[in-house]
């Protein structure tokens, strides 16, 4: 089994439903031929260099994998065959100095999605609200005076 890479750029009209099951189907091809998806990276929305079949932004999502080389063929026949997926780039990751940068860049995406999650559960777990401030009311400064004319 060899080490790849996978970006996929989809159409950004797909709704949020569409795109998780399109994610999902592209998943799915990668395992039905025997490979194992080491980590993953959704890098979301963004604005393409270029238009795309009249599409200026593209949700992006790339893919860290291993699998036998044969498959990748058969793999990148369907992604053209997805009307969804705008463009699609797979790296080859095969000398041992490649397969050292593709384990790192997985460490680096497992930590930046980790982190991502912790943020996100961090914003929805609800705020714990602050003891409440004794009854007694803080005395006043007096105020001061000043002369204008002298």
């Known amino acids: 089994m060899r080490h790849y890479e996978n970006l996929v750029i989809l159409k950004p009209t797909l709704t949020a439903e569409e795109m998780n099951a399109a994610i999902a189907q592209i998943e ?33 999502h790339i893919m860290y994998f291993k699998i036998a080389p044969t498959a990748i063929e058969e793999i990148e026949r369907l992604y053209r065959i997805n009307e969804d997926v705008l463009r699609f780039v797979t790296v080859k990751y095969d000398s041992k100095r490649e397969v050292k940068a593709w384990n790192e860049l997985v460490v680096k995406t497992e930590k930046a999605t980790e982190a991502r999650a912790a943020a996100a559960a961090k914003a929805a777990a609800p705020k714990e609200e602050a003891a409440p401030v004794a009854a007694t009311p803080a005395p006043e400064a007096p105020a001061e005076e000043t002369q204008a004319d002298a």
């Open 28 to 60: 799915n091809n990668i395992t039905k031929d025997g490979g194992e998806i080491v980590a993953r990276d959704a890098k979301g929305m963004k604005r393409l260099a270029y238009e795309i079949n009249k599409n200026a932004r593209g949700y992006f």
